[in-house]
């Protein structure tokens, strides 16, 4: 008998403080959500821009659709990880188990994300929008982790298919940074890669680039050797100028060899630091280029609340996605079950597969369906990309399309 009450009294306990956990961070009318990012150092322009999307959508969500989640309010907490995984984990726990946020929302970088990716798992709490294409925050998938942009290994595939299907190259020499990310996009060619083997479309060469190197040359004297039709350059801002520079440089001709880099690196800023170098580089994109009604809205709201003179950078456009999404995600929890708790938000964002993928903002077909242990397709993020490519130092479609599905090209 005491045995019995002994088990009974620690499961009531774990009840409670799993019952109390779910519902931290709504206060009242507040729903508290946190974000860690890099807000200082190298990447801090990265974690701004996206702190000035996020924090533009929420005092749009306040002011003009808190009414839609029963008139409650966001309150947005962002912690600077400097980019260090250890300051990653420690700002998540903060948040977590002081700040008792309801959610995480908004987050940048892989080593920071993965270095935390175990905690956040354990505790539960929903985490939406990472800032990072990593394998890991899908496969396996976990349940409370809902991420957005595109995996790097969807980004290798959508570059294959295109030099295969719109540039009508065969040869590929790739430049990858030498990291978990750069693992991801070699990955995501490999796989696609027997899918064209009637075109015989094939990587000729495969040079790993990493943050210590200043002398990129050797590299592009490989790209000339080889004489490829298209050149992949996945690495991320100066390395990838680096690369674009050494084979400028070198006399490589960039209308016969295409170049192509990750959505990475394409905000209107790297015009500013390679100049005409960077016209005729083809970039990956993810966010829809919106149009009508919805883009004149994000307009009149980017001017109303972001509080800059700028037109918004892809930055921002990431962290108004993140806030857009988990926003989605309040009003279908509001709808579908009138309380908001961990459980509910997460079977909410668990219906964004019905009716073909969420396309109701400025992600394209989102579809998280419900969670499957083993099938890692339930914590996809978005499949479909296309390209923009830099003429007279600003980007412009890659192609005129009538329609979003003629534009994007789906991974799988």
Request: charged share 25%; aromatic share 10%.
């Given at each position: 008998m005491k045995k019995l009450l002994t088990l009974m009294s620690a499961l009531l306990f774990v009840f409670t403080a799993t019952f109390l956990s779910a519902d931290q961070g709504i206060e009242g009318n507040t729903i508290k959500i946190g974000s860690f990012l890099p807000?200082?150092?190298?990447?801090?322009?990265?974690?701004?821009?996206?702190?000035?999307g996020?924090?533009?959508?929420?005092?749009?969500?306040?002011?003009?659709?808190?009414?839609?989640?029963?008139?409650?309010?966001?309150?947005?907490?962002?912690?600077?990880?400097?980019?260090?995984?250890?300051?990653?984990?420690?700002?998540?726990?903060?948040?977590?188990?002081s700040d008792k946020v309801f959610a995480l929302v908004g987050a940048v970088g892989t080593p920071g994300i993965s270095a935390s990716m175990d905690y956040i798992v354990q505790k539960g709490i929903p985490f939406v929008y990472q800032g990072s294409g990593a394998p890991?925050?899908?496969?396996?998938?976990?349940?409370?982790?809902?991420?957005?942009?595109p995996s790097y290994i969807f980004e290798g595939r959508v570059m294959v298919k295109f030099i295969a299907d719109h540039l009508n190259?065969?040869?590929?020499?790739?430049?990858?940074?030498?990291?978990?990310?750069?693992?991801?996009?070699?990955?995501?060619?490999?796989?696609?890669?027997?899918?064209y083997k009637r075109k015989n479309v094939t990587v000729v060469k495969e040079v790993p680039v990493d943050r210590s190197m200043t002398d990129f040359s050797p590299v592009a004297t490989q790209i000339k050797q080889e004489q490829p039709d298209a050149v992949i350059v996945f690495a991320f801002g100066g390395l990838a100028v680096g690369v674009v520079k050494a084979a400028r440089e070198a006399g490589i001709d960039f209308q016969k060899i295409k170049f192509l880099t990750t959505y990475v690196n394409s905000d209107p800023i790297w015009f500013l630091m390679a100049g005409n170098m960077w016209n005729d580089i083809y970039c990956g994109a993810w966010a829809s280029p919106t149009t009508g009604d919805y883009y004149k809205n994000f307009m009149r709201v980017w001017k109303q609340y972001s509080g800059q003179k700028k037109d918004p950078s892809p930055y921002n456009i990431a962290g108004w996605i993140a806030a857009e999404t988990f926003v989605e995600g309040l009003k279908r929890t509001?709808?579908?079950f009138g309380s908001i708790t961990w459980n509910?938000?997460?079977?909410?964002?668990?219906?964004f597969n019905e009716k073909g993928g969420w396309s109701g903002g400025m992600a394209y077909k989102l579809a998280f369906k419900p969670f499957n242990a083993n099938d890692k397709t339930c914590r996809f993020p978005q499949e479909y990309l296309y390209f923009v490519?830099?003429?007279k130092k600003q980007y412009q479609l890659y192609k005129q399309a009538k329609t979003l599905e003629e534009l994007f090209i789906k991974a799988y």
């Open positions: 807000l200082s150092g190298a990447l801090g322009g990265i974690g701004s821009g996206l702190k000035v996020m924090e533009t959508y929420i005092k749009y969500f306040n002011a003009e659709l808190s009414g839609e989640v029963g008139g409650k309010k966001i309150d947005s907490i962002f912690l600077d990880d400097q980019f260090v995984p250890e300051k990653s984990y420690q700002a998540v726990k903060k948040l977590v188990e890991v925050l899908y496969a396996p998938p976990k349940r409370n982790v809902f991420p957005v942009q190259g065969k040869k590929i020499f790739v430049v990858y940074q030498n990291d978990e990310a750069g693992e991801g996009v070699r990955e995501g060619i490999k796989e696609i890669l027997p899918d509001q709808k579908l509910n938000f997460i079977k909410a964002m668990e219906t490519v830099g003429v």
